[in-house]
Each structure stands twice: as structure tokens, then as C-alpha cells.
């Protein structure tokens, strides 16, 4: 913070204010730069098998993007919430889709 404070000859002078700054560092950079790799690693890939599928922000919710017939979208991990209809996937851009859409698709073990 600058504050400025004028004398009486006219001068003006500036005082630097010393403000708190807190500064969030992660606890391990290396730690967390693998948790982040790890997430966006595909678990398999998937063909779309209808003329146009809606990708979802989350399962149900707002339209983000769309794939076409034979678009091919890569699997992301995730713990099961979504429920057995949707699936997420990390690419060609990251959302839900209905599961019963997709076809050929291959797991990775």
C-alpha cells in the first residue's frame, strides 16, 4: 500500500505500508504435479456411435461441447459417482457423456 502525506513546506513524500501477503505454496511441488498427471491419464478410449452426443459440465447438467459419429474420446478415472449412465471423459475436452453412446471402447488394465 502507498500512502502519500504532504509537509508543510509542500513536498510530497510517499511511505511504503507494509501489508500482509499470504502466499499458498503446495507442500510438495513434485507431489502435486503427479497427482495432476495421474488424474488426466486416460483409463481407455471410446467411438461415438450416434450422429451428435452433448458433453456435459456433470452428469445431467449444462452442455459444454458435442462429438459426432466417430469421434473418439479418451476415459478418465473417476471414483463411480457419476452413476452407471455417464461416463467422464478427459478428451478432446473434459466432461460427462451418456455412457450408452459410446462403442468400441477399449480399458487400459
Known amino acids: 500500500m502507498i500512502k502519500a502525506s504532504t509537509?508543510?513546506?509542500?513536498?510530497?513524500?510517499?511511505?511504503?505500508m507494509p501489508v500482509a501477503i499470504a502466499i499458498a505454496t503446495p507442500a510438495s511441488p513434485t507431489h502435486q504435479s503427479q497427482s495432476v498427471q495421474i488424474a488426466q491419464t486416460p483409463?481407455?478410449?471410446?467411438?461415438?456411435?450416434?450422429?451428435?452426443?452433448n458433453i456435459r459440465a456433470r452428469p445431467g447438467g449444462r452442455v459444454i461441447g458435442s462429438l459426432k459419429n466417430g469421434d473418439r474420446v479418451a476415459l478418465g478415472?473417476?471414483?463411480?459417482?457419476e452413476g452407471p449412465r455417464w461416463t467422464r471423459i478427459i478428451r478432446p475436452l473434459e466432461g460427462y457423456v451418456w455412457k450408452a453412446y459410446l462403442s468400441r471402447c477399449q480399458y487400459k488394465p
Open 43 to 53: 483409463a481407455g478410449y471410446c467411438t461415438v456411435r450416434v450422429a451428435a452426443l
Open 7 to 16: 509537509f508543510t513546506s509542500g513536498v510530497t513524500s510517499l511511505f511504503l
Open 77 to 81: 478415472v473417476t471414483d463411480g459417482s
